[in-house]
């Protein structure tokens, strides 16, 4: 729960830093992958956080295009380093979460399975899914 708590918590940050190395979101134009509300919301949302941060955009102005691009790379590897501990974090969790639910269905009630089988599809693919080294002979 913490995980998901500090997460939603940090979605504001992501979504500024993405908008910022997007190079889709930061022109003028729709991009090809998204619906025209979700442009006009999009373009709702920027225009109110631009006016409560116009006096950080005069400071951007003033950089040089190749200190930018080494700014967005470094910006675009950091983001793709948050959202790899994030994913990994979550996982570990939901697993823990996940071997707890088993564990309870076996001993106490066998209700928690639906919801087992329900949140084992969301950890499905990362690196903590699949059998732990203790149940892989029990297969």
Known sequence: MQTCTVFATYTNWLSRELEKTDPDL???TKPPTMTDDQ???FQAVRSQKSS?????????LGRD???NKKDEAARITELFDVIKRWESNFSRHLQILLDALN???ATETVVLLS???????ANQGTEYAGLRNDEDGAV
């Open 103 to 105: 564990h309870y269905a």
């Open 65 to 67: 295009k190749d200190e």
């Open 39 to 41: 442009w006009r919301q």
């Open 26 to 28: 930061s022109g003028a």
């Open 115 to 121: 919801l087992c089988a329900r949140l084992s599809t």
């Open 52 to 60: 409560d941060s116009s006096s950080l955009g005069a400071t951007a």
